[in-house]
């Protein structure tokens, strides 16, 4: 892992579609944008802002998500999550994620995640099918 450089930011812009709709996902039966829909979006962003520093071999993986989701989204409008890294603790790295549309804040959340060897990490996952 390289130096991590706190307040780094990486912005990322989607645009809503109806596959991306509660009714859709099956978080609720409304036609806006789905919460598990903001937060995938904002740890997507976190994991790119974090890509960075990152060596060969090493990937990250999100261990925590405080959010909130403030105001609905119909399908068509963009939705810009923001990053920034503010805080890092050996390999834990932390955000502050602002989720906007076009007419408002719509989410914020802080967000951690572990930096980790892909491969390892996956063998231990993995290694649970063997002790079934």
């Known amino acids: 892992m390289k130096e991590i450089k706190l307040h780094t930011k990486l912005t990322k812009k989607i645009t809503v579609e ?3 709709l509660a009714s859709h996902v099956g978080s609720g039966i409304v036609d ?5 829909m903001m937060i995938a979006l904002m ?5 790119a802002c974090l890509n960075q520093f990152l060596e060969e071999g090493e ?3 999100g261990v925590m998500m405080r959010t909130t989701h403030d105001a609905a989204t119909p399908a068509g409008m963009t939705v810009t999550a923001e990053v920034e890294i503010t805080a890092v603790d050996r390999k834990k790295v932390s955000f502050h994620i602002i989720a ?3 007419r408002d804040l719509i989410g914020t ?15 231990k996952a993995l290694s649970k099918l063997e002790n079934s």
Not at 32 to 36: C, E, L, Q, R, S
Not at 43 to 47: C, I, M, P
Not at 114 to 120: P, Q, Y
């Open 109 to 123: 959340a802080d967000h951690d995640r572990f930096i980790v060897k892909k491969e390892a990490f996956e063998a």
């Open 32 to 36: 806006v944008y789905a919460t598990p």
């Open 59 to 61: 990937t990250s993986v």
């Open 43 to 47: 740890e997507n962003t976190a994991a």
């Open 18 to 20: 109806e596959s991306m």
């Open 100 to 102: 906007r549309d076009e």
